[in-house]
């Protein structure tokens, strides 16, 4: 026990090194979210990138300062090497009630599975009308 201790301190985490940033990359990815938003929902859909993972609540005052009626946290989990869970909160900037969390698990860290993971997420919002969707 004290060996599996003193390793985990004296060792540095397992983790994958970020990518490197691909600004044309980043332009076609929105593009085809802009276009699957409109298609899914009707409307457009902004997307700002935000660090918020430090300030816990900052989302809020962001759509505060844009104006925004709803804002969306997104973060992915790596449950292991096969398996990652995207998870979304919807609040509302008003109130700061939370007023959908959704989450769906793909398999594979693959563009296909990542899309249609998120196509299904989306999907099922907009059959059950959550999230604000109002059409």
């Known amino acids: ?53 430090s300030c816990n609540g900052c989302e809020l005052d962001i ?15 790596k449950v292991s090497n096969l398996i990652l869970n995207i998870n979304i909160e919807i609040k509302e900037v008003a109130s700061s009630q939370t007023i959908l969390n959704k989450s769906v ?9 990542w899309s249609r993971g998120i196509s299904y997420m989306v999907r099922g919002m907009v059959e059950k009308k959550q999230g604000g969707n109002k059409n």
């Open 1 to 53: 026990m004290r060996r599996t201790l003193f390793e985990s301190i004296v060792r540095r985490p397992l983790t994958e090194a970020a990518p490197p940033r691909d600004d044309a990359m980043l332009a076609e990815l929105a593009a085809k979210v802009d276009q699957a938003a409109r298609r899914s929902l009707g409307h457009s859909l902004a997307i700002r990138e935000v660090d918020a993972g």
């Open 63 to 77: 759509g505060k300062r844009l104006g925004a009626d709803l804002v969306l946290t997104a973060w992915v989990q």
């Open 105 to 113: 698990d793909i398999r594979g860290n693959t563009d296909q599975s």
